[in-house]
DNA sequence: GACAATGATTTATA
DNA sequence: TATAAATCATTGTC
């Protein structure tokens, strides 16, 4: 259950300070608010009104309070012109208080002529005033806090509101969750490393960061919604798939040849690749290669590693995407692969296994395998600690 | 304005 | 305690 502020309640006169105006009952900020303003009532008198001219330490608390929690903009706005309503209408107390004092000090002159007024009896009525106009006081005090205490809940609400993540985040979150199909379960590490690359990504955008619980949220998210409809995400998944290969090309291409620059006595093994040829300006063009990847037409290059990303189109499509042909091709590609890298060495542990027909993954019952299960990672394309990889799949 | 997409919340469960 | 599943509520698109 949601719940919404009120408008702030904005003490715009003395007429209209809500008498009962205290309602931050509970809090601790309520707690503090009253425990300030038991004290400056105490304080008060008319000499005392000389010390409001420094801003209210409370507001100020609450201001620095505010703008700690990023204030801005029409909220901060609207907390100057609390502040300023609330100066406004203090002072005016206090004119009003030293004016009527004024006015029954000269009374009680008056009165004098005709009969014995004692100084103590002076003392008593302007002691009588100032409690009156001290309880009016604290009432505007407690008003504008609660004003500025609704105004920091609204803030919060809608801090809580929905905001869609920016395209980059979604694309690191979803190149993760492509890319760990049959165990999409991050670890609390690699949750924390999205994050961090979401927000610092976001950041450049929209300025605002995610956190490790937000990207918890999302992978519960796609994880039941991937789940419930496969057959919608068919073409994200090949998207991302298709990415996850070209990032793997990329990186078997500089793997081989840095190798071949580091030993120039090795003899080119065969598997020569243009750069070009993984350039992929649109996602019409990535499908195209992925297209090709998976029939074998382009010839310029199969798919390279990730047995997730076979098996997101098995999954995909049930149990025959393509079928044994494909499977076929893609295993030769990976032998090829494999057998370049082992030449380049570093990664023969990492693709030393073939799972890639293995049926782990989502299950018919919908569930994924060794789910719960942290995946860990070391990969060929991001290198150790990335969360980007999938190779104990 | 209708509808889909999506982030957040709640509840149940292992 | 992390997750699944259902649901809510906002945002974006047409």
Redesign the pocket.
Known sequence: ??CRSPEPALPSSAGHINPAGLCLYGSPAHTSVMRVNKQRAKGLSIRGSQEEDPPDPQLMRLDNMLLAEGVAGPEKAKLTQIRQIYHTELEKYEQACNEFTTHVMNLLREQSRTRPISPKEIERMVGIIHRKFSSIQMQLKQSTCEAVMILRSRFLDAR??????SKQA?EILNEYFYSHLSNP?PSEEAKEELAKKCSITVSQGVGSTITVS?V???F??K???Y?KNIG?FQEEANLYAAKTAVNAAHAVAAAVQNSQANSPTTPNSGFQMKDEEFQLDSAESKNTLLTNMFTGSSGSFNLPNSGDMFLSMQSLNGDSYLGAQVGANVQSQVDTLRHVISQTAGYNDALGRNTMYSPHGLHAN?G?QN??T?SSVISPTEGPGSVYSDTSN
């Open positions: 259950m949601r809580r509101k929905r905001r869609n993540f979604t379960y937000q918890s949220n999302w519960g998210n994880r039941i919604r789940k919608k919908g994924w789910a719960r942290p």
